[in-house]
C-alpha cells in the first residue's frame, strides 16, 4: 500500500490509515475513511443448527450503528 508514500512518520501513516477505503482484508473490503478509527467491513452471520452451519449473510454494519469508543 502506497496511501503514506513510505513514510513512517506516526501522523502520516495515521492519516492514511484513517482515509482507507474499501480496502480487500484477508475476509473482506475494509474501509476506514469517515469512521472516526471504527472501521466498517463484512461481518459474517451464521446459524447453527442441527449441528451444521448456515451462512444467514454478511452485511456491513452502517457507521451509526457502532458504539462510540469507551475512554478509560
Known sequence: ???ADGS???QTLRD???NLENVQGATSTITYKGTDGMPLREVSLIRVKDGGRELIGQPTPDASLIPEPRVQ
Open 1 to 3: 500500500m502506497i496511501a
Open 16 to 18: 492514511a490509515i484513517a
Open 8 to 10: 513512517t512518520d506516526a
